[in-house]
């Protein structure tokens, strides 16, 4: 099955920083990649997105790049703000899932830490 | 108020004690799932349902079991608490092939 992989587990950046959480996985017929944010005390959220058709994605001051040789994608943050503390995850869905959810494997979560 | 909700928030409990985790949801999907997460090891499917009368298991079921009772509503059962068991559980829904999940704010239960 899919293994993902994520760094760091923990990341301290100052604020107005960029940040940037990297993802490898392992099934090179994955080809959907999102992220989500949790925050404390709530369910995670998805952010952004990315497909294995696409090299990088934009939503303002967030960007999702992926390399679908070296299997590896990879969220960054610019401009880093306090509200941009949280736990991040990556995760995966292989082509052979059945095209929706249930063919998601999660990174372990890296924790944001902005610094004022 | 939230679109999927989770009841109870919390929960202690002792080894051996059934406890049954709920979920309902009013953003009209067809696809629910339970989730649980302990630190250090992210996010793990336990089962997952496409309707009414699919239950699917997923990477960590043993221990546990679902109903779904309503295309709204979709519960978690523990037969019989264990330490280990001790998580955050997250209820989730999705609509048809669409990827993106949406979570409840979490049941946290801890087996004493």
């Known amino acids: 099955g899919e293994n993902v992989e994520q760094h760091p587990s923990t990341l301290s950046v100052q604020e107005g920083d960029s940040a940037v959480i990297k993802c490898t996985y392992s099934?090179?017929?994955?080809?959907?990649f999102p992220w989500y944010k949790q925050e404390l005390g709530k369910g995670p959220q998805l952010i952004i997105d990315?497909?294995?058709?696409?090299g990088e994605k934009k939503d303002q001051r967030i960007a999702v790049t992926l390399n679908k040789t070296a299997k590896h994608f990879s969220l960054h943050i610019t401009e880093t703000q306090p509200e941009d503390s949280a736990v991040y995850f990556c995760?995966?869905?292989?082509?052979?899932?059945?095209?929706?959810?249930?063919?998601?494997?999660f990174g372990k979560g890296t924790h944001l830490i902005i610094q004022p | 108020d939230a679109d999927v909700t989770q009841t109870p928030r919390n929960r202690i409990t002792k080894t051996g004690k059934r406890i049954m985790l709920e979920c309902s949801q009013t953003?009209?999907?067809?696809?629910m799932y339970w989730y649980r997460q302990d630190p250090g090891l992210g996010l793990r499917l336990i089962y997952y349902s496409f309707d009414v009368k699919d239950i699917n298991k997923g990477e960590i079921s043993d221990g546990y079991s679902v109903s779904r009772q309503a295309q709204a509503k979709f519960s978690l059962s523990l037969e019989s608490a264990i330490p280990n068991q001790t998580a955050l559980y997250f209820c989730a829904t999705s609509y048809g092939l669409a990827g993106e999940l949406f979570f409840g704010e979490g049941s946290r239960l801890t087996v004493l």
């Open positions: 990315i497909r294995s058709n696409v």
């Open positions: 995760a995966a869905r292989t082509q052979y899932s059945g095209g929706g959810a249930d063919g998601l494997t």
């Open positions: 953003k009209g999907h067809d696809r």
């Open positions: 099934d090179s017929a994955s080809n959907y």
